[in-house]
């Protein structure tokens, strides 16, 4: 069992064991957590060292190459660990990669009936993995294509959603989307599965990680939709500023009536959260410290959709 708590402070976090008893009350299955698209496969490479100089070769660490589900997988392998039911919504095409991620999703308890098979080749990442832990990314999503079209109608967007998209948000608490998704997700699915939620009490997370800039400075109608509509935002200190153009959580919160969350992540330092308190909609900025995991530090790679899977299991 793992709690999550800020001792003194007005914002209650529950522990994973009383979020998987909600979640499994009142009949038919149901879902703490449901990720819309960027379920990914990471190819974790593990080398020496940085810089990687051309010429320069290195040795492969430890077992070598490996696949791993990444992307959104992280939020839902981590969440299902904590006690969550989760869930990906998603397209996966119809090639190896596809398949090596529906058979490993469901292995690892996150649920797979809101998955779609379709034709094509399934989007890959590629982490190089320092012995200390560093790493890096080369990825094909860090400038997203999806625009803004504010002549599709809240109706044809949910009419669009496949069904297996519907039963699946429909049922859930959080829905959680991150920037990297919107390189390969209509915006007619985006505004159907934000609709969705919104329509069945589904609190709606986005976390518009790597582009966060580049959302702001090419797409500002999508980025003011997506702040508009969700409940919770989680940036990094870089980000928050990139993406909301305030300096302050409780600033964005200020600006977007909608939004009950704000947390931006600081890293070791821990992070920030503003959240209106449920009584009287007050403001409210808390400070929540990092822990030190020592020795069992391993990289950092996924760490971010980690710490925001702990954070929603610890709401309830």
């Given at each position: 069992m793992v709690c999550f708590a800020t001792p003194g402070s007005g914002l209650r976090l529950r522990c994973a064991k009383r979020v998987a008893m909600c979640s499994s009350a009142g009949g038919g299955q149901r879902f703490d957590l449901v990720t819309l698209g960027n379920v990914?496969?990471?190819?974790?490479?593990?080398?020496?060292g940085f810089p990687v100089v051309a010429g320069g070769h290195q040795d492969l660490r430890g077992g070598g190459v490996a696949l791993s589900p990444g992307g959104a997988?992280?939020?839902?392998?981590?969440?299902?660990r904590l006690g969550m039911h989760t869930s990906a919504v998603d397209w996966l095409r119809e090639d190896a990669f596809g398949d090596f991620l529906l058979s490993k999703l469901s292995s690892l308890g996150v649920g797979t009936d809101g998955i779609e098979r379709r034709p094509g080749q399934s989007l890959a990442c590629v982490i190089l993995v320092s012995e200390s832990g560093d790493?890096?990314?080369?990825?094909?999503?860090?400038?997203?294509?999806?625009?803004?079209?504010?002549?599709?109608?809240?109706?044809?967007?949910?009419?669009s959603?496949?069904?297996?998209?519907?039963?699946?948000?429909?049922?859930?608490?959080?829905?959680?989307?991150?920037?990297?998704?919107?390189?390969?997700?209509?915006?007619?699915?985006?505004?159907g599965a934000i609709q969705l939620s919104q329509k069945h009490?589904?609190?709606?997370?986005?976390?518009?990680?790597?582009?966060?800039?580049?959302?702001?400075?090419?797409?500002?109608?999508?980025?003011?939709?997506?702040?508009?509509?969700?409940?919770?935002?989680?940036?990094?200190?870089?980000?928050?500023?990139?993406?909301?153009?305030?300096?302050?959580?409780?600033?964005?919160?200020?600006?977007?009536?909608?939004?009950?969350?704000?947390?931006?992540?600081?890293?070791?330092?821990?992070?920030?959260?503003a959240h209106r308190n449920?009584?009287?909609?007050?403001?409210?900025?808390?400070?929540i410290q990092a822990f030190d995991i020592g020795d069992t530090y391993a990289d950092s790679a996924g760490a971010g959709d980690s710490f925001i899977?702990?954070?929603?299991?610890?709401?309830g």
């Open positions: 990914v496969v990471d190819v974790l490479v593990p080398m020496a997988s992280n939020a839902l392998i981590v969440g299902s790493h890096t990314f080369i990825a094909s999503n860090e400038k997203p294509t999806a625009q803004f079209d504010p002549h599709i109608s809240s109706d044809s967007a949910l009419k959603l496949p069904s297996s998209f519907t039963s699946t948000i429909s049922n859930a608490n959080a829905l959680l989307v991150d920037g990297y998704a919107l390189d390969d997700l209509p915006f007619i699915t985006l505004l009490g589904c609190e709606f997370w986005f976390d518009p990680q790597a582009a966060a800039g580049t959302l702001r400075k090419t797409n500002k109608d999508l980025t003011e939709f997506l702040l508009s509509s969700s409940t919770g935002l989680v940036v990094t200190e870089d980000e928050l500023e990139a993406f909301t153009s305030q300096s302050s959580a409780s600033q964005v919160l200020g600006s977007y009536p909608n939004l009950k969350y704000c947390i931006v992540k600081q890293g070791s330092s821990g992070c920030q959260v449920e009584k009287d909609s007050a403001l409210e900025q808390h400070s899977a702990g954070f929603i299991t610890g709401l």
